[in-house]
């Protein structure tokens, strides 16, 4: 059977997409179908396995960088997004813009984050069907536009755009965050924004998988 991919109708203007998927090489079931029928216009993907998170994620960047592609659509193994996930993340021309997935823990919230007094705090409640702006979201489902790969200086004096931070001791506890927050963080120092479609609603698959509705044991349903 064809993936998605392979019979969607390509339109000249489409802007090209570089789908990088960080895998541990063994995935679900359910997360390959859902991988199957995913819309990837005017693109092609990539799977990167083998390397500490924050290394996969900025030889995705590298990557697209290379091949002068538009944007970066960034999957992780366990994430089961709707077909048409980057075709509606696309529309929004957005720099930076995210899906929703929940966590696979407690609490069982999205993953997702907004700065308070507190520090930062889990988005609990949000509007549907909208586009919102939060502090910081996971990389599973996200889009960045070439411009901010571009734009933005690297954390050192690598080109790295993500860097893991949670086992640095030298750092105030609120720094020592995951690649993807560090990216957030670095980002908006730099004045972009960061926008999640909440009508993008995703599985975060595992031994059990959690979305919207909850926290259930895995079953095959797309």
């Not at 960088?65 to 193994?77: A, I, Q, R, S, T």
């Not at 048409?84 to 993340?89: E, N």
């Not at 030298?170 to 909440?198: C, N, W």
């Amino acid at each position: 059977m064809a993936g998605s991919w392979e019979i969607l109708n390509i339109e000249n203007n489409n802007p090209r997409v570089l789908v990088a998927t960080l895998t541990r090489e063994l995935v679900t079931t359910a997360w390959a179908m859902h991988f199957r029928q995913l819309m990837i216009p005017n693109g092609t993907y990539t799977m990167l396995s083998g390397m500490p998170f924050d290394h996969a994620r900025n030889t995705a960047c590298l990557k697209l960088l290379e091949m002068k592609w538009e944007y970066l659509f960034f999957l992780d193994d366990d994430v089961g997004c709707p077909p048409d996930t980057i075709i509606r993340l696309l529309k929004h021309k957005l720099p930076i813009v995210s899906g929703v997935y929940y966590r696979r823990n407690l609490p069982l919230t999205p993953v997702m984050l907004r700065n308070t007094p507190n520090g930062p705090a889990w988005v609990t409640e949000y509007p549907s069907n909208s586009l919102i702006e939060v502090d910081f979201v996971g990389a599973g489902c996200l889009l960045i536009q070439r411009q901010v790969l571009e734009s933005l200086p690297p954390l050192s004096n690598r080109c790295n755009w993500f860097q893991w931070q949670c086992d640095r001791t030298d750092l105030p506890q609120l720094e020592r965050t995951s690649e993807d927050f560090t990216f957030m963080t670095h980002a908006q120092k730099h004045g972009y924004k960061i926008m999640v479609d909440t009508s993008i609603q995703c599985l975060h698959i595992g031994l059990t998988s959690s979305s919207v509705e909850g926290l259930r044991p895995l079953e095959l349903k797309v």
